[in-house]
């Protein structure tokens, strides 16, 4: 599939071989399901890239076990809550053209400063956890 692509609407797998593949459009997050199907062989070494736009705060935590996700800031601004596995929280807030990174196995979310926030996600998503906030 060549481009263009919107970000918002189709994703990216960042694959095995430095492979890059355009995603069928996001549709929901059943979608995640499928993503696994398409690209679960990859494991822990295949990236997604992905672009939100959020006018609320986020009503979950996440967690990603197995690879770092990096959260770079597009538009406006966000603070992300990190909880390490030790115990220790923390808060980064970023802004348009800052990035920060969830380690693996930290659970984050993310409150929404202004009318809203627009970020791109690099994520290694095998095995992401979820629980509410």
């Known amino acids: 599939m060549s481009g263009p692509h919107t970000l918002t609407e189709q994703f990216i797998h ?5 492979t890059s593949v ?14 696994g199907q398409r690209h679960g062989a990859d494991g822990a070494e ?12 986020w009503d979950v935590w996440e967690m990603h076990p197995k690879g770092t996700e990096v959260v770079l800031c597009v538009e406006g601004s966000m603070t992300l809550h990190q909880e390490h596995p030790d115990g220790t929280v923390n808060a980064v807030t970023i802004g348009k053209g800052e990035y920060a990174i969830n380690p693996p196995g930290v659970w984050h979310t993310a409150d929404i400063s202004g009318a809203s926030a627009t970020a791109v996600f690099i994520t290694a998503g095998e095995g992401t956890e979820h ?3």
């Open 131 to 133: 629980r509410p906030r």
């Open 46 to 57: 295949g990236r997604l890239v992905s672009m939100y736009t959020f006018d609320a705060d």
């Open 14 to 18: 960042l694959g095995l071989g430095a």
């Open 22 to 35: 355009p995603q069928p459009p996001f549709d929901g997050m059943e979608w995640y399901e499928g993503y």
